[in-house]
DNA sequence: TCGACGCATGTTAGCGCTAACACAAGTGCG
DNA sequence: CGCACTTGTGTTAGCGCTAACATGCGTCGA
């Protein structure tokens, strides 16, 4: 039998060119079979398939994601378009997003927009659908990538994680309204009278989404409702704002519960009013955002709405994975939870 | 002349199977002539090549990426392995990454491992490889991920970014040692008799690095070079050491200045001094590493080294860029900046 | 006993693109 | 004025793989 022929690359690690043929050959099968192995279909005689795989793993074949992809369509691959990840929430929503993707057999092909912009958004999303991928995750929450999202309609299952607009497409979000409550409800019933709103920036939907747990909390407990405060999520604008407010409750203003849409405003805040000789928890009590891993460490330890950021990102290859086997979906929550510690207490008597 | 055959989809955006034949038939020409303007070369009459491009224009035309990537067994995709993008570090250089990339217009691909294993790294590599990838740039810095890295040989270009082993590859790093040095000197330029070393994971080249650097300049300025702690990089451990040095402190040890490893033990330990009773910098100061957005908030506001970490992302592209070129590259350095803030100061008569 | 059927496998076509060659028309020079 | 050479364009082949059809063989019910 002329099946050892191959014999020209036995354990070939350096120069690569195997293909199916070489695999067929060493097998003494044909091309298809091999396909046929590789793919798990049914009609192949065990032992066939065994001395396939055996060829296989002797040559450490792999095949061709682009041939692959060129013939079905899809290459395996799913198209994160993000922002931002440098913060931490983004961040482990990636992880989390990799993960999965991989264990479902996926690879992860990432584009980070500058801004949510509709050009960009457009662009980054015609790549994906020229590189075939299965499907497109977006994972942006200002409203400008929301409107260039409607405008799309990509060939391919496309679907947003917390893009606090869950009636745009399959979605899957942290309940940034019930976080929001959480918080309030929280400081409500530490007693303080009402509770300041240090939101995101106006352009984020998530931090609407925040402003809008929060009014909705004020509201239905009685409390009035005070003007709001927007930063950028960074711990400078909670410094400033922290400022301000200090200046605020000089001037007799009743200031003694602060919500903060994130933990790094949170930490600028709190500083600030250190500063200003201020007291947390015992003059002001606060809230952040997210759990950051240096939460526990701020001073005091910050009280926050824990997010958690990986599971929406496997939710999210969930998600995909349920569209491309066409079963129908619901828009998903991942619920938050509140983490007290020291940044709350009760309002001085 | 039947130019104008091609009117079935005008300007389609819901059903694409746009090829390049489409082009071709609404232009009026071959789809070699396309692919000739798609791919810039010169042989095209300026008349021509215009007509083409319009074409493109109006149908919204893109080349798949799969088929030009099973001819030319290049997808323009550079493949990234990297770690713990949670972390500040390798999310920012992430950006980096992806940013230069794009710019050069190549995709990211990522897989992100859990450990540095040698089956993974291996894994993760072969999957690229299978992807016709450019390039691999590897983004992680444990010894077992050098290991792995040794072994493999892929038939693409491999560049490594921050890996603590210039030896191994072409390799962009931020300067370790030099990080380090500059933060134990400044710290013996304040009076310090000696300064400790909470360092990362014994696994990680670059917390090695940093111990190096930490000693070397140690011993240059003859000072004693105290026992190594170490950490895991978490806020967490540095909140224990922080425990452990008070008691230290108290026993009658001569600590007054510790360098950590990164910024984020370094706010676990200034916490844990502060509740031992301890002022930092009175009795105690302290420098990180990295300058992390929240490090001017820190209590007291932390002097750190500060990495370009988006910047050796970037380098990192341009190094597979010039190998890709067939230019031979040198390894490179991004040089770290200590930042001076409130957590140093003179050590007390 | 034989045709219908199922199973294991092989053969062929073609995915959309680029590379290599083919060819017609124009240009310059001896 | 013809030959080499350039320029613009078309035609053909084939990248590595999967889908669809073809084939050959054993099994079973009528």
């Known amino acids: 039998m002329s099946t050892e022929t191959a014999g020209t690359a036995p354990a070939g690690h350096a120069t690569r060119a195997l293909v199916m043929s070489d695999v067929a050959a060493r097998a003494g099968v044909s091309h298809q079979t091999v396909s046929r192995v590789v793919n798990g279909h049914p009609n192949v005689a065990a032992m066939t398939r065994e001395r396939v795989q055996r060829a296989i793993a002797e040559l450490g074949y792999r095949p061709n994601t682009a041939a692959r992809a060129l013939v079905t369509g899809s290459s395996r691959t799913i198209g994160l378009v993000t922002i931002n990840v440098n913060q931490y929430g983004p961040a482990q929503t990636l992880i989390g997003l990799e993960e999965a993707a991989r264990a479902a057999g996926y690879s992860l092909s990432v584009a980070i927009l500058d801004a ?8 980054a999303v015609d790549r994906f659908v020229a590189q075939s991928v299965d499907a497109v995750v977006v994972h942006t929450a200002s409203f400008q990538a929301v409107e260039a999202l409607r405008e799309l309609d990509p ?6 994680v917390q893009m606090g607009a869950e009636e745009v497409r399959p979605t899957v979000t942290v309940g940034q309204e019930a976080g929001a409550r959480l ?3 929280h400081l409500l019933g530490l007693g303080h009278r009402t509770v300041h709103h240090l939101a995101g920036p106006a352009y984020s939907l998530e931090a609407q989404r925040r402003v809008q747990g ?4 004020l509201l239905a407990a009685g409390a009035p409702v005070p003007e709001l405060l927007h930063g950028d999520w960074w711990p400078g604008s909670g410094h400033r704002t922290g400022r301000l407010l200090a200046q605020r409750i000089r001037d007799g203003e009743d200031v003694t519960a602060v919500f903060v849409g994130n933990d790094q405003m949170a930490l600028g805040l709190m500083v600030a009013l250190h500063e200003e000789g201020l007291d947390v928890p015992g003059d002001v009590s606060v809230v952040g955002f997210d759990d950051v891993p240096e939460a526990p460490y701020f001073s005091p330890p910050l009280t926050t709405v824990r997010q958690d950021f990986a599971e929406l990102g496997r939710r999210g290859v969930e998600l995909v994975l349920a569209k491309l086997a066409g079963r129908d979906t619901l828009p998903d929550q991942v619920p938050p939870v509140l983490v007290v510690r020291g940044s709350t207490g009760p309002v001085r008597g």
Do not use: I
């Not at 949510?116 to 662009?123: K, Y």
């Open 214 to 217: 929060w009014r909705c909390e």
């Open 116 to 123: 949510g912009e509709f050009a960009d958004m457009r662009d």
């Open 155 to 160: 060939p391919v299952p496309l679907v947003a």
């Open 183 to 185: 918080a309030v409800a």
